[in-house]
Nanobody, 119 residues
């Protein structure tokens, strides 16, 4: 199995910055895509950003130019640098990865970390 643990959430004022981190551990052969999703109050979970093992990235239109996703393949870690935060960015942020293990390929999710943008 694979465990994902996020960190870095918290309360920040509008216009501020936060950096989320996520580490994957377990019996991992390889990880293809890692990413971040979020779920705001009363909303469905939505994609924020993804990054492949080769470094190709994809962003939701709502965060382009403000958020940057990166990863450290050697450490099985993914990061999300969030700048110019807005109240509408308030959500629980979930780390996700598509990993290959003894049980084959599948998606794994972290427990989530709360990000609150408020003055």
């Amino acid at each position: 199995q694979v465990q994902l643990v996020e960190s870095g959430g918290g309360l920040v004022q509008p216009g501020g910055s936060l950096r989320l981190s996520c580490v994957a551990s377990g019996s991992i052969f390889s990880i293809n895509v890692m990413g971040w999703y979020r779920q705001g109050p009363g909303k469905q979970r939505e994609l924020v950003a993804t990054i492949t093992s080769g470094g190709s990235t994809n962003y939701a239109d709502s965060v382009k130019g403000r958020f940057t996703i990166s990863r450290d393949n050697a450490k099985n870690m993914v990061y999300l640098q969030m700048n110019a935060l807005k109240p509408e960015d308030t959500a629980v942020y979930y780390c996700n990865c598509h990993a290959y293990t003894n049980w084959g390929p599948r998606d794994y999710w972290g427990q989530g970390t709360q990000v609150t943008v408020s003055s």
